[in-house]
Each structure stands twice: as C-alpha cells, then as structure tokens.
C-alpha cells in the first residue's frame, strides 16, 4: 500500500479502536491510549506489512481483549 494512504488509514482505525476500548471498559481516554500504545496489538497494527490494519475495529478489539487477559497476541486465520 501506498505509505500515504496508510498513514491516513491508521489515525482513523487507532481512533476507533480507542473508542471501542472506552466503550467497552469504561477507562478514560488517556488510560485507553496508554494500554493501546503498549500492547503488542499497536506494534502489529502500526507495521503496514502485518496487515493487521485491514482487520475491522470489532477484530481488533477481540485481540486487544485476549492480548490484555493472556499477554499474548495471536492472529486469526482467514
């Protein structure tokens, strides 16, 4: 993918996910961002070549949740 077009890609999902993770834990924004930015899943998504960043918002928040309860980070197979 162009580098332009994944950069403009990647706010918008982040912002999403974030919004999903206040939604669904009920933490404040700042504490939403600050787990995000230290998982693995944020690693993976920020890389262009995991393609992580095509995964829906919902996806992403599955992983996010399992990655918070195990420590680990565990792709699905399509």
Not at 4 to 13: D, M, Q, S, T, W
Request: glycine letters at 6%; zero cysteines.
């Amino acid at each position: 993918m162009d580098e332009n077009r994944f950069a403009a890609i990647l706010p918008v999902l982040i912002g999403g996910l974030i919004n999903k993770i206040i939604e669904k834990t009920g933490v404040e924004e700042n504490v939403a961002f600050e787990r995000l930015y230290e998982s693995k899943l944020y690693a993976a998504i920020e890389n262009e070549k995991t393609k992580v960043w095509t995964f829906s918002v919902p996806k992403l928040y599955e992983l996010y949740q399992i990655e918070q309860a195990t420590g680990e980070l565990d792709f699905p197979e399509y």
